[in-house]
């Protein structure tokens, strides 16, 4: 099965600025939202944001509102995540994942990941 694949991590200074990448080449008509969630060395997945396939409704976690920015790009069929003022507490690895249902802020109800990209933010 095509997996999503994620892309644009890496290491910024705190107050820096990366921009993620989702993207998905498999058949999108099953697919209804798409999540981003992190993990860092010893603790649960998180949510970041999550957004429609079709783009729209957007939500964030409480930490990073404000900071970060979910999108959907139709042309190239690719969903963004546009992180500003990074701190330290941000670094993680950074997963897309892909549902079937309305969108979720529930790690476990994501059906398809991406690999994963690492983004470190050092002090």
């Known amino acids: 099965q095509v997996q999503p694949v994620e892309s644009g991590g890496g290491l910024v200074q705190a107050g820096g600025s990366l921009r993620l990448s989702c993207a998905y080449s498999?058949?999108?008509?099953?697919?209804?939202?798409l999540g981003w969630f992190r993990q860092a060395p010893g603790k649960e997945r998180e949510f970041v944001a999550r957004?429609?396939?079709?783009?729209?409704?957007?939500s964030y976690a409480d930490s990073v509102l404000g900071r970060f920015t979910i999108s959907r790009d139709n042309a190239k069929n690719m969903v963004s995540l546009q992180m500003n003022s990074l701190k330290p507490e941000d670094t993680a690895v950074y997963y897309c994942?892909?549902?079937?249902?309305?969108?979720?802020?529930?790690?476990?109800?994501?059906?398809?990941w991406g690999q994963g990209t690492q983004v470190t933010v050092s002090t």
């Open positions: 994942a892909l549902r079937r249902g309305i969108p979720s802020t529930n790690y476990r109800d994501y059906e398809l």
């Open positions: 498999g058949p999108t008509f099953s697919w209804y939202s």
């Open positions: 957004i429609l396939w079709s783009g729209g409704s957007a």
